[in-house]
């Protein structure tokens, strides 16, 4: 078996195009989108355009066959100058499409996807409740069977890409009357279109970072959705749910890379231009070894995220694989985030410039799409540890 880390001449041109989309057309509106919290819709239109949100779906729905790969590229290209377009991305297609692509019927494949698929609409992923957090299986969402209706209640939280102008439906887990698996309640998958009476998105949060984001809460009363809606076998709709976070942890990894890299770009071309005592404050070692800790960081975790995906596209076992990626990868954002701030001193401490914003988005990514505490916890259980939760 080989493994090799070269990109194809295909990958290495689409890094290189959404590279340049985000100088040309992301960077010099990422501070002016942040401090605005401004939902960039003409930008995601644009990548649209260029088919970003329809890299890993067949033709035959709209996209153009690529690899889970060649979206992990991209968003790392994008989360390289800008978290909140990136996250968009990573959450559009990882969470908002990719469950109707898994488990949708040929039926809900070819209604709901060519539009996602284009980046003509985007979609929610309604897993996490204002009571749960990490305890996903908590679910206090329900939904009854009524005639050739489905009749939901309950709220979510934390939602992605509901409650933008071009946000069209989310899909959700709910508890239904369905046997679930070890004796628990059974939980199912549905499609809400927007448009559904008692459905309502809430106001966005008011966030430390991701400010460009779509962050809502949902609230669904008495909310009735056909039969039809229902996405996938009932009762199998949280395990469902959780593969999508399987895959979505290396996107996330991927999305945290970009932070990294970002960094360093940042750091690399002000070490150069600022001096001090003299001498740019890149010659100086307590600057250079911070650059190269934060090098070896971004290498480090770009071969992770990568060994992930390669095990997913060789159908191959990958959960642990991209629970190590996902929490190497956040958590070293994190750091090099804090560490490319001391770099610009004062000025770290301002979004004029890119660390300061990085700073600011990098804490949500140790904790959305399961938290550190939960991939330690996943990469225990691998290990055959005993572990009481």
Known sequence: MT???????????????????????????????????????DLVAEMGSMGLFGLPFGEE?????????????????????????????????????MPIAKFGTEEQKRRWLPPLARGEQLAGFGLTEPGGGSDAGGLRTRAVHDGDTWVINGSKSFIT????????????????????????????????????????????YRKVGWHASDTRDLAFADCRVPAENQLGEAGRGFANFLSILDEGRIAISALAVGSIQGC???????????????????????????????????????????????????????????????????????????????????????TEYPVGRFYQDAKILEIGEGTSEVQRLLIARSLGLPLAV
């Open 264 to 350: 360093i770009d940042e750091c690399l071309r002000y070490a150069g231009e600022r001096e001090a005592f003299g001498k740019p404050i890149g010659s100086y070692q307590a600057i250079a070894f911070k650059i190269a800790d934060m090098q070896v960081a971004a290498e480090v975790a770009r071969n992770q995220y990568w060994h992930a995906c390669w095990l997913l596209e060789q159908g191959m076992p990958f959960k642990r694989q991209a629970s190590v990626a996902k929490l190497y990868a956040t958590e070293a954002a994190v750091s090099v985030a804090r560490q490319a701030c001391q770099v610009f001193g004062g000025y770290g401490f301002t």
């Open 161 to 204: 890409n509901a409650g933008t102008d071009i946000s069209t439906f989310v899909t959700i887990t709910a508890v239904t009357d369905q046997p679930g698996e070890g004796g628990r309640p059974g939980v199912t998958n549905f499609i809400v279109p927007r448009d559904t009476p008692g459905f309502t998105v809430g106001e966005g």
């Open 3 to 41: 493994v090799s880390f070269a990109l194809t001449p295909e990958q290495e041109e689409l890094r290189a195009v959404v590279r340049q989309f985000a100088l040309d057309k992301v960077a010099p509106r990422a501070e002016e989108m942040n401090h605005r919290g401004e939902f960039p819709t």
């Open 61 to 97: 729905y709209g996209g153009s066959g690529g690899a889970y790969f060649d979206l992990c590229l991209a968003i790392e290209e994008i989360g390289r100058v800008d978290q909140s377009l990136g996250i968009t991305l990573e959450a559009a297609v990882g969470l908002g499409a």
